[in-house]
């Protein structure tokens, strides 16, 4: 039985309002199954009074290892009912990885998929402090430890009869960056539906009144939205959660496929597309153009967490001229920072160009707020509705969350300069910044110069040792199918986008580009296939 009590800004609750204003309502759909409110809140339900019988409560870490799937969706709300921690684990991770965020993150429960039960078995050996795990089945024979999901579902109660929630319960999301181990970002529940989750209006700036609004709202009507990253990532997180507190239909592939994208689209009259940068937009896009697809619920597709070249957004707006294009700026650590709408016929080595949310300013590296003229460059700081800091790392708090004029910023490392009109453009991250002579190089800027070029799909942009310069600009190129670009055209391409000194001097051409299963470059990758290649361009 469904009830009103307590209300606070909790994950949990948010849902709940929604459950109990859409009940009947199509939640989430992930291939060939669907759930409802009713179903997936009962599901969850079950699954908590499951995993509380074993032992799990109040700030436990609960690992969830999985693909996209409803159960993925269902244990993270199991998670928060019980006011613990789910632990998002990336799927592609080896053993080391696999055992150090099992030990690093505290788990002392898991749900996974049984194809990964010979993976989490001689994790489990190294890491004592885990005592429960549930099997979730996807087809596969691999032998497991635990109890099947369908089983934890039929012990537990489906009663909703948790104790009261705050909105200081905790939320964590590991992320890998680009380099080194994952970091678990610690936000309090109310600071990251804030950021994040739509208690923010994105594009007013203005505050949800109180935490039944979304669900309020939800009784008039819901969208259907398909977030195309993987649910390990907190840009499709959140892009769930948010159009579920709403009552919106969520959409999923288990893992991305562009032809399989489009058939959801076409099925379930998608009306709301999010992606991640160009590494989703382009195989999309050219994917679109082989098939046959009606896409004519589509009325808009927001990118964020990655570039989306200009050259790639020009092409959606002329197949798509009906459709609201966004592009959105924000990283685990900063929430949503600034958002803007795409139009014709701009910059192709622009960035995002967006406009600042309220609580963002730049910064430069002594931490000092720059002035807003046009030209201005520094790095992103935003305050507010911000995380509490890292997992476990005081150090790496201390360094990334400051004091700036008596108020608590969080400085990711994201560098952008303000434009005339008081936009702002993103250059890029700057630890991965190439100084080249004295000059700063912000790879995203370069790598969206060389995919303008009709012959190139994807490309990273990567610093390299020069006796002369310190380092010099080298890339990472793969082409179209059937093309190898012209390396003097590609190169005389990118000084009429760009000044000289950006130009990568050394080009290699990779069968495909490494990137993140979010969709984010890979860079560490980038370096270890330059050492081990020879370039197909070199000074």
Known sequence: MFYFGWVAYNIADLLEHAVDAVPDRTAVICGDRQVTYAQLDEHANRLAHHLAAHGVGKGDHIGVYSRNSIEMIEAMFAAYKLRAVAVNINYRYVHGELKYLFDNADLVALVHERQYADRVAAVR??????????????????????????????????????????????????????????????????DVWRALGGGIDFVTGEYVPDEWAMAEQAKQYGLVRLPAAPLIHGAAQWAAFGALFAGGTVVFVPQFDAVDIWRRVVEHRVQVLTIVGDAMARPLIEAYHQGDYDASSLVAVSSHAALFSQAVKQEYLKTFPNVVLTDAIGSSESGFTGMGMVAKDTDHSAGPRVNFGRDAILVDEDNRPVAPEPGATGRIARRGHVPLGYYKDPGKTKQIFVEIDGARYVIPGDWARYEQDGTVTLLGRGSQCVNTGGEKVFPEEVEGALKSHPDVFDALVIGLPDERLGQRVGAIVQSRPGHVPDWAALDEHVRRELAGYKVPRSIWLAEEVGRLPSGKPDYPWAQKYAAQHKPAVQP
């Open 125 to 190: 050996r190294e890491t004592p402090q885990l005592k429960h795990v549930v099997v979730v089945e996807d087809g596969s024979d691999a032998e497991f430890e635990g109890v099947e999901y369908a089983t934890a579902l039929a012990e537990g109660s489906p009663d909703r009869d948790f104790g009261e929630r705050s909105a200081d319960d905790h939320y964590i999301l590991y992320t890998g960056g680009t380099t080194g181990y994952p970091k678990g970002v610690v936000w309090r529940h109310e």
